[in-house]
Structures are given as C-alpha cells and as structure tokens.
C-alpha cells in the first residue's frame, strides 16, 4: 500500500507543476500587454508601465513563474487590481460559499444517482427501470442554467418557499444561508444525478450477470441479500470514477449558477474577474480549480485500492 500511495503522489505533484506551466503560459501568450488589458486601451503609456513594473511584468517569465509558484507555496498570491485587497483573502471568502454548495451538490447527486440506478437495475426491464431511464435521459438534456430558473420560478416566485438569490453568510443565519444554497446544489445536481444513475444502473447489472452472484442466488439467497452483499461493492468501481469526472463539473458549473443565484462565491469571483480583466485573480483561481480537481482524482485513486484490491496489486 506504501508504494501504492507513493506513485499516487508523485503522479499528483507532477499533475499540479503540469497544471501551473499550462496555467501561467495561457496567460503569458495572450495578445498585448496584459497591464494594458488590465487598465483598459485608454490608460496611457505612463500609468500602463507603472502598473506593469508593479506586476513584475517587466521580468523575465521563468522569474516570474517562480516568484508566482512560490507565492502560492507561502499563502501570498498578490493584490487583486480590481478589488484592491489580496487575492488570498479574495478566494478564502469566496470558497465559504463555493465548497459547501459543490459538497452539497455532490452529496444530492450520489445519493439521488445510486437509489434511482439500483432500482432500476433491480427492475431491470420492467416499467419502474424504463420509466426510470426516460427521466434521467431528459435530465441529460437539461442544461444547468435553465433548470435553475426553471426552479427559482416555481419555488421562489410561485411558492415563495426560497429566495431567488443571495446569500446571507454563515455568521449572520447559518440555516438560512444553508437554505440558499439548496436551489444552486439541486440544479447542480440533477445532470450529474442522472449520468451518474445510468454508470450506476449499467455497472450493476453487469457485476449480476457474474458467474459467483448467480452462484450466491442458486444458494438461496434473496435478490436485495445478493444485491447488497456481493454485487455493490464491485460495481463501485465504475462510480467512483464518474464521481471523480464529475467532481470537475460540479466545479466549472458553479461559475455559472453562482450567477444565475447571486451567490457570492469562487465562480462569480471568477466571472467579474474576467469582466474586469483582474488576470492575477483569474490565474491564482484557474489554478485553484484544477488543484481542487487533482486532488479529487488522487482520493479517487485511493479508493479504487481500498475497494478493490486488485487495483492495488496490478499497480504494484
């Protein structure tokens, strides 16, 4: 297991300096002068070269790759131009609104995604299991946003159950902030739910087709007795790598549902950050992401061996 555990982070530290070299040259090959992008084609030369000299743009790019790999080694990302604070600061509040929305997102998904798949792989063929499949193949076509609206008009405008938007903050109702952010999970939510039930529905109906499962029913044993016994744990395996992928999608959809809800979160920081060309807050939450996603994969990893040991031994 130690050797196991080695690779996996070695492949892990290597995946994050891929990420930063790609990261920090997207940014670096972009057209013009990145302080005039920042300030905009009317600032003058003046003010565009001080803001450039304050950003270190005027060093050479391996300088200032390690200058920004250190920094976010140590906790010092920058100053936000925009917001005129730092972008530590900036990410850490903005991750107390994005983290909880995308836990609870991925907490609806699963348990929404394995009760509808094994069900329906228990119904295999009968109308529980296609009338099942038909609704997660519309879920499939729903894009985010819509769905999103399509929630705020029924639960907030017609029921006035929750509000359309906003978010009260943890400090000032920690129920009614948890209340906001249902909505955005659940719109989150249904998409991934239903991929992640028909990955469920397939891997279990392929793992009872197996040779010791129909050898654990030719001994007696009932069907829900052979389903939770001998056929889940082996079909996991298939889920937990679509929960993995998914984890990535979850992410990327919150910069568009944090501002359909106006939750103040990493994904609206992102997307006013774009707006107001702030590239160093745009970068050091780029590079968030695709770390928050790597490490994913890593614990995904980890639990194939912990499932499964013959991942383990294979990698070995």
Same mark, same amino acid.
């Given at each position: 297991?130690?050797?196991?555990?080695?690779?996996?982070?070695?492949?892990?530290?290597?995946?994050?300096?891929?990420?930063?070299?790609?990261?920090?040259?997207?940014?670096?090959?972009?057209?013009?002068?990145?302080?005039?992008?920042?300030?905009?084609?009317?600032?003058?030369?003046?003010?565009?070269?001080?803001?450039?000299?304050?950003?270190?743009?005027?060093?050479?790019?391996?300088?200032?790759?390690?200058?920004?790999?250190?920094?976010?080694?140590?906790?010092?990302?920058?100053?936000?131009?925009?917001?005129?604070?730092?972008?530590?600061?900036?990410?850490?509040?903005? &991750?107390?609104?994005? +983290?909880?929305? *995308?836990? #609870?997102?991925?907490?609806? =998904?699963?348990?929404?995604? @394995?009760? /509808?798949?094994?069900?329906?792989?228990?119904?295999?063929?009968?109308?529980?299991?296609?009338?099942?499949?038909?609704?997660?193949?519309?879920?499939?076509?729903?894009?985010?946003?819509?769905?999103?609206?399509?929630?705020?008009?029924?639960?907030?405008?017609?029921?006035?159950?929750?509000?359309?938007?906003?978010?009260?903050?943890?400090?000032?109702?920690?129920?009614?902030?948890?209340?906001?952010?249902?909505?955005?999970? &659940?719109?989150?939510? +249904?998409?991934? *739910?239903? #991929?992640?039930?028909?990955? =469920?529905?397939?891997?279990? @109906?392929? /793992?009872?087709?197996?040779?010791?499962?129909?050898?654990?029913?030719?001994?007696?044993?009932?069907?829900?007795?052979?389903?939770?016994?001998?056929?889940?744990?082996?079909?996991?395996?298939?889920?937990?790598?679509?929960?993995?992928?998914?984890?990535?999608?979850?992410?990327?959809?919150?910069?568009?549902?944090?501002?359909?809800?106006?939750?103040?979160?990493?994904?609206?920081?992102?997307?006013?950050?774009?707006?107001?060309?702030?590239?160093? +807050?745009?970068?050091?939450?780029?590079?968030?992401?695709? =770390?928050?996603?790597?490490?994913?994969?890593?614990?995904?990893?980890?639990?194939?061996?912990?499932?499964?040991?013959?991942?383990?031994?294979?990698?070995?």
């Amino acid at each position: 297991m130690g050797l196991f555990l080695l690779k996996r982070v070695l492949t892990l530290i290597a995946t994050l300096i891929g990420a930063s070299i790609v990261v920090f040259l997207v940014l670096e090959i972009l057209p013009g002068n990145a302080a005039q992008i920042m300030m905009g084609p009317e600032a003058s030369p003046e003010v565009v070269q001080a803001l450039a000299s304050k950003l270190g743009l005027d060093r050479p790019p391996q300088e200032r790759y390690w200058h920004w790999v250190i920094g976010m080694l140590s906790g010092n990302l920058g100053d936000s131009y925009a917001y005129s604070s730092p972008v530590f600061d900036l990410i850490v509040e903005r &991750l107390a609104v994005t +983290v909880p929305l *995308a836990i #609870i997102a991925m907490l609806l =998904t699963t348990v929404l995604a @394995l009760v /509808v798949g094994i069900y329906a792989a228990s119904q295999h063929n009968r109308i529980g299991d296609v009338g099942l499949m038909g609704l997660t193949q519309i879920g499939i076509a729903i894009p985010n946003f819509w769905f999103a609206i399509m929630l705020i008009l029924l639960f907030s405008v017609k029921l006035q159950w929750f509000s359309a938007g906003g978010f009260e903050g943890w400090a000032e109702d920690p129920g009614q902030a948890l209340k906001s952010l249902l909505l955005p999970a &659940l719109s989150l939510a +249904v998409v991934q *739910a239903a #991929i992640l039930a028909r990955i =469920t529905r397939s891997a279990v @109906l392929e /793992v009872m087709r197996e040779d010791y499962v129909r050898t654990a029913r030719a001994k007696g044993l009932s069907q829900s007795a052979t389903l939770w016994g001998h056929v889940l744990r082996n079909a996991m395996i298939p889920v937990i790598t679509v929960m993995g992928l998914q984890s990535a999608e979850l992410l990327a959809g919150t910069i568009v549902v944090e501002n359909v809800f106006y939750l103040p979160g990493l994904g609206r920081l992102i997307f006013q950050s774009i707006s107001n060309r702030d590239l160093i +807050v745009v970068r050091n939450c780029v590079m968030l992401l695709a =770390t928050m996603v790597v490490v994913v994969n890593f614990v995904v990893d980890v639990l194939y061996a912990v499932i499964d040991p013959r991942v383990k031994a294979s990698d070995i």
